[in-house]
């Protein structure tokens, strides 16, 4: 193999080796993301529990339906699809009880609602919800709703007539509902 060939190899394996490693990185980039992602979601299905558990007593509500005893739990059915995980994890882990104990630390924190409608209180002006979650980052570095999160949490406040909902061209705004105003079916 002669100088000029052997340099152009090596030419070859730092090209590819350059571009293997950006691939990467763009893959790590988005399964970050990803990750991140599903963080969220679980925090808020816990907390979809947590309410639900607490309103299971409420009269006129049906109770949740008992997960079958041979159904796999969401953390089983996580570990088994991790390849390592179960072994890596305790044994308490695989049977749920550190995923209740979070869940009960996580129900005691305010809900995201709750959260939003505080901010929205100290406004008087219609916000976006970009700038909502932003500041509510800033005022509880703890939560990290996606936007998506935001924009569903305070899209079920303009249900429940607690917000309303301004358009602006293409912008969606939001304000809190005034205490004497009720949301009709004109509005």
Known sequence: MTSQSAA?????????????LEENRRRQKELTEK???????????????????????????????????????LTQERLRRTPGAASKAPRSARTGSKTKAAAKRRSQRPLLGDLLLDLLAGHSEPHLAKDLREELMVQHPDREPTPQV??????????????????EERSVMYTLVDRGHRRTPAD
């Open 35 to 73: 990750l991140a992602m599903l963080r969220e979601e679980e925090a808020l299905l816990i907390e979809i529990m947590a309410l639900a558990e607490h309103h299971q007593g409420d009269a006129g509500l049906s109770p949740l339906p008992e997960q079958a005893q041979d159904e796999p739990t």
């Open 8 to 20: 152009t190899l090596r030419s070859r394996y730092a090209v590819q080796a350059a571009s293997d």
């Open 150 to 167: 935001v924009r569903n949490t305070l899209e079920s406040l303009v249900a429940k007539g607690q917000v309303r909902r301004h358009k």
